[in-house]
């Protein structure tokens, strides 16, 4: 397969983990910030091939587990309504949320369909003139421009009947809140080479220059990543602390300029909670006040009670890269995907699922 | 693989071009649907009987097995819901170490379903049950109102006499057997996917619904007791059935992922979609564990057939991690392969 099976090819994977092994010479505690990140770490077995002197740290950029729960509630809550047809992307249909997950809520008769891309939402909104279509937009500042693009098609056709539910999330937020928790262990940061793609690498250099750790703009594929952590390394091992670009074959320093006009058009910068986390300052996007007759959380009246999260999750420590899944008690026993206590558990990019799916026997206990 | 038959519909469609509740009623119109269609088109002398069950006569050890067929769309590229159920129900039986013989037919049609529609679909029923050698022997017709079904679900039931030389048993894995898979995964449920979501690629993957009881009998024939198990790894895929037999049997299953044949549009699908080739459905492949010191020619044997072009051994049973499966992955790490906790669901990014 064209430009993915050469970041695959097995020569290259020994090379750069023969070089990673020879640069290395200390500990050092690495965070994957991506979802993406560590589900291709886990599924290609990759952490049992590091030195042990790397602890790969897998950070909060999953964006169905940091979508809080009461939005969660909040979907199932609109798709519910009669009139509503709720559209959503796969991996949010599982997520518990209070009392039920969307799946539950779909079993029950709620209208609720699995899209590939927000304009489809679009279309069935403009087929569906007499019901409200309200689009989950769930994720981070990757998935922002899609959404806010079914806005502009929403207002360009005229279509009245469609709206979203945001819950979008930005990652230098994130980045700055786990640098900035007192029992911080990361040392370095492979960043999404996604959301880069989209927003460039500006972001960066101010938290490089006050938090003083590198950070690399970073792959998917198993090449990538190893040459993400040894860029990484080779800056922890020297005293180093920059902005690189390993993804520099998709990453461009300013990143996509039609896709951040679209996203300003549609959006606004505010604070968000974080689920596990809390709220994070100016981490998410909301819809502008001028649009907000396409922002679900305005157009209806959702009156739901904010719910507790689960007491024996501990999601927040796993999504802080303060403890690894499966330290929790919960692990594999109280909490699996086909019965989740916490939203790490449910998407394959959640950090939880990826070590329930693909746990490496060399280091974890079996799972039954 | 469809076989292409431009046969008009000669059911008297007396002024319905598509099936009404009428046609369930068991009256006229009932019998009207199953005399031109049914029965004149799955003719056999059993059948004919049109008594309320078949009549059969089966020497020696039987296996049975039942299955019902739901897929949207009913047409799909490689095939359609009507060869699916035979297909289907002849490989469940070949993995017995069967010889398929007789089938029962039942449909559940949602009112509405075109009559030319439903003509096609026994068409390729009788099409496919030709190949495979098995006789519809009996049946059943049910028609529900619209919007209580999703145009026609069909169940089929088969029977088949256990071939002699066949000695198929979980029990019967040890360490050393090697598993071979018998052709490249995942093409069915890419496929139907791809159509859902309206994706196209350069070549158009097609379903790779087949009966797989030549194959099956043959390697019996030549290797007999070799032969340890046979499964089909329709839904769930192959990730699926491993991990299953693994934890079942409490024994060890190491595969490597550069063995497992996968057809590079159907990889390329799998990575747009967010899939797994490993948990996608196969509708005309089996797995079979073998005594390790046939696995080579079996391999080689299988691939003389169209069917089985892309046998490959994928991997042994080990001494070792028990109850688990551990694939190699490309690049030489190992995670487990363990059982999916639902369906797959396509991710956000």
Same mark, same amino acid.
């Given at each position: 397969?064209?430009?993915?099976?050469?970041?695959?090819?097995?020569?290259?994977?020994?090379?750069?983990?023969?070089?990673?092994?020879?640069?290395?010479?200390?500990?050092?505690?690495?965070?994957?910030?991506? +979802?993406?990140?560590?589900?291709?770490?886990?599924?290609?077995?990759?952490?049992?091939?590091?030195?042990?002197?790397?602890?790969?740290?897998?950070?909060?950029?999953?964006?169905?587990? &940091?979508?809080?729960?009461?939005?969660?509630?909040?979907?199932?809550?609109?798709?519910?309504?009669?009139?509503?047809?709720?559209?959503?992307?796969?991996?949010?249909? @599982? &997520?518990?949320?209070?009392?039920?997950?969307?799946?539950?809520?779909?079993?029950?008769?709620?209208?609720? @369909?699995?899209?590939?891309?927000?304009?489809?939402?679009?279309?069935?909104?403009?087929?569906?003139?007499?019901?409200?279509? &309200?689009?989950?937009?769930?994720?981070?500042?990757?998935?922002?421009?899609?959404?806010?693009?079914?806005?502009?098609?929403?207002?360009?056709? +005229?279509?009245?009947?469609?709206?979203?539910?945001?819950?979008?999330?930005?990652?230098?937020?994130?980045?700055?809140? &786990?640098?900035?928790?007192?029992?911080?262990?990361?040392?370095?940061?492979?960043?999404?080479?996604?959301?880069?793609?989209?927003?460039?690498?500006?972001?960066?250099?101010?938290?490089?220059?006050?938090?003083?750790?590198?950070?690399?703009?970073?792959?998917?594929?198993?090449?990538?990543?190893?040459?993400?952590?040894?860029?990484?390394?080779?800056?922890?091992?020297?005293?180093?602390?920059?902005?690189?670009?390993?993804?520099?074959?998709?990453?461009?320093?300013?990143?996509?300029?039609?896709?951040?006009?679209?996203?300003?058009?549609?959006?606004?910068?505010?604070?968000?909670?974080?689920?596990?986390?809390?709220?994070?300052?100016?981490?998410?996007?909301?819809?502008?006040?001028?649009?907000?007759?396409?922002?679900?959380?305005?157009?209806?009246?959702?009156?739901?009670?904010?719910?507790?999260?689960?007491?024996?999750?501990?999601?927040?420590?796993?999504?802080?890269?303060?403890?690894?899944?499966?330290?929790?008690?919960?692990?594999?026993? +109280?909490?699996?995907?086909?019965?989740?206590?916490?939203?790490?558990?449910?998407?394959?990019?959640?950090?939880?699922?990826?070590?329930?799916?693909?746990?490496?026997?060399?280091?974890?206990?079996?799972?039954? | 693989?469809?076989?292409?038959?431009?046969?008009?519909?000669?059911?008297?469609?007396?002024? $319905?071009?598509?099936?009404?509740?009428?046609?369930?009623?068991?009256?006229?119109?009932?019998?009207?649907?199953?005399?031109?269609?049914?029965?004149?088109?799955?003719?056999?002398?059993?059948?004919?009987?049109?008594?309320? *069950?078949?009549?059969?006569?089966?020497?020696?050890?039987?296996?049975?097995?039942?299955?019902?067929?739901?897929?949207?769309?009913?047409?799909?590229?490689?095939?359609?819901?009507?060869?699916?159920? !035979?297909?289907?129900?002849?490989?469940?039986?070949?993995?017995?170490?069967?010889?398929?013989?007789?089938?029962?037919?039942?449909? !559940?049609?949602?009112?509405?379903?075109?009559?030319?529609?439903?003509?096609?679909?026994?068409?390729?029923?009788?099409?496919?049950?030709?190949?495979?050698?098995?006789?519809?022997?009996?049946?059943?017709?049910?028609?529900?109102?619209?919007?209580? *079904?999703?145009?026609? $679900?069909?169940?089929?039931?088969?029977?088949?006499?256990?071939?002699?030389?066949?000695?198929?048993?979980?029990?019967?894995?040890?360490?050393?057997?090697?598993?071979?898979?018998?052709?490249?995964?995942?093409?069915?449920?890419?496929?139907?996917?791809?159509?859902?979501? *309206?994706?196209?690629?350069?070549? /158009?993957?097609?379903?790779?619904?087949?009966?797989?009881?030549?194959?099956?009998?043959?390697?019996?024939?030549?290797?007999?007791?070799?032969?340890?198990?046979?499964?089909?790894?329709?839904?769930? *895929?192959?990730?699926?059935?491993?991990? /299953?037999?693994?934890?079942?049997?409490?024994?060890?299953?190491?595969?490597?992922?550069?063995?497992?044949?996968?057809?590079?549009?159907?990889?390329?699908?799998?990575?747009?979609?967010?899939?797994?080739?490993?948990?996608?459905?196969?509708?005309?492949?089996?797995?079979? !564990?073998?005594?390790?010191?046939?696995?080579?020619?079996?391999?080689?044997?299988?691939?003389?057939?169209?069917?089985?072009?892309?046998?490959?051994?994928?991997?042994?049973?080990?001494?070792?991690?028990?109850?688990?499966?551990?694939?190699?992955?490309? !690049?030489?790490?190992?995670?487990?392969?363990?059982?999916?906790?639902?369906?797959?669901?396509?991710?956000?990014?």
């Amino acid at each position: 397969m064209k430009f993915i099976s050469e970041y695959r090819e097995p020569e290259l994977v020994k090379k750069y983990l023969e070089r990673l092994h020879e640069v290395t010479t200390q500990e050092w505690t690495i965070m994957e910030v991506c +979802g993406g990140q560590t589900h291709s770490l886990v599924k290609n077995g990759i952490l049992n091939l590091l030195p042990d002197k790397i602890r790969m740290v897998h950070g909060p950029g999953c964006p169905v587990c &940091v979508t809080p729960l009461n939005l969660i509630d909040k979907a199932i809550y609109l798709a519910e309504e009669k009139n509503v047809i709720l559209c959503s992307f796969g991996d949010m249909l @599982r &997520v518990p949320g209070s009392k039920k997950s969307l799946l539950e809520a779909k079993a029950n008769g709620a209208d609720i @369909r699995i899209l590939y891309s927000p304009l489809e939402a679009v279309e069935i909104a403009s087929n569906n003139p007499d019901r409200e279509v &309200v689009f989950f937009a769930v994720g981070f500042e990757t998935t922002a421009p899609a959404n806010a693009l079914s806005v502009v098609h929403a207002i360009r056709g +005229g279509i009245k009947n469609y709206s979203i539910l945001a819950s979008h999330v930005l990652v230098p937020p994130a980045i700055k809140a &786990v640098l900035s928790d007192p029992e911080n262990l990361i040392q370095g940061f492979l960043a999404a080479g996604h959301v880069c793609t989209i927003m460039g690498m500006e972001d960066y250099y101010p938290i490089v220059k006050e938090h003083n750790v590198p950070i690399v703009a970073t792959g998917f594929e198993p090449v990538d990543l190893l040459q993400g952590i040894l860029m990484v390394v080779e800056q922890l091992e020297k005293g180093k602390a920059e902005v690189e670009n390993q993804y520099s074959r998709v990453v461009d320093r300013d990143g996509n300029k039609s896709a951040k006009d679209i996203i300003s058009k549609v959006f606004k910068v505010s604070d968000r909670d974080w689920r596990g986390i809390g709220e994070i300052p100016e981490s998410g996007y909301e819809i502008r006040q001028e649009l907000d007759m396409y922002d679900a959380d305005h157009k209806f009246e959702i009156n739901i009670a904010k719910a507790q999260e689960c007491q024996d999750c501990i999601a927040g420590d796993v999504l802080k890269g303060l403890k690894k899944p499966h330290e929790c008690p919960q692990f594999g026993k +109280g909490c699996t995907p086909l019965n989740p206590l916490g939203a790490p558990m449910v998407s394959s990019e959640g950090a939880c699922a990826a070590y329930y799916h693909f746990a490496n026997v060399e280091f974890e206990e079996p799972v039954s | 693989m469809s076989v292409k038959m431009n046969l008009n519909c000669p059911i008297p469609q007396l002024d $319905f071009d598509r099936i009404t509740l009428g046609h369930g009623s068991g009256g006229v119109l009932t019998h009207k649907l199953l005399d031109s269609g049914v029965f004149d088109l799955l003719s056999n002398e059993i059948l004919d009987k049109k008594h309320d *069950g078949a009549f059969l006569n089966l020497e020696g050890e039987v296996a049975m097995s039942t299955d019902s067929f739901v897929v949207n769309p009913v047409f799909f590229p490689g095939g359609d819901i009507g060869e699916l159920a !035979i297909n289907g129900t002849v490989n469940d039986l070949a993995m017995c170490g069967a010889i398929p013989k007789y089938l029962s037919l039942a449909f !559940i049609i949602e009112e509405g379903l075109l009559m030319q529609d439903f003509w096609n679909i026994l068409v390729s029923i009788k099409a496919a049950a030709e190949r495979a050698g098995v006789k519809v022997v009996t049946g059943d017709t049910k028609v529900v109102e619209r919007g209580k *079904g999703d145009q026609i $679900f069909i169940n089929t039931t088969g029977i088949g006499t256990i071939h002699p030389k066949a000695k198929i048993s979980d029990t019967h894995i040890k360490t050393g057997d090697k598993i071979i898979v018998s052709n490249s995964i995942a093409n069915h449920g890419i496929a139907i996917m791809s159509v859902r979501e *309206g994706l196209e690629f350069e070549t /158009e993957i097609l379903s790779d619904t087949c009966a797989l009881n030549e194959p099956v009998l043959q390697l019996i024939e030549n290797f007999a007791d070799g032969i340890h198990v046979m499964r089909d790894p329709t839904r769930g *895929g192959l990730g699926t059935v491993l991990a /299953e037999i693994a934890k079942d049997q409490k024994i060890g299953i190491d595969i490597a992922q550069t063995t497992i044949p996968v057809e590079e549009q159907v990889n390329g699908a799998c990575e747009l979609l967010g899939l797994d080739p490993l948990y996608v459905a196969n509708e005309g492949v089996f797995i079979t !564990i073998v005594d390790g010191s046939i696995a080579n020619e079996v391999c080689e044997q299988l691939k003389v057939f169209d069917t089985c072009a892309k046998a490959s051994i994928i991997g042994e049973i080990v001494d070792d991690h028990k109850g688990q499966v551990i694939i190699q992955s490309a !690049i030489g790490g190992r995670r487990v392969v363990n059982m999916l906790p639902g369906e797959q669901l396509p991710r956000i990014c």
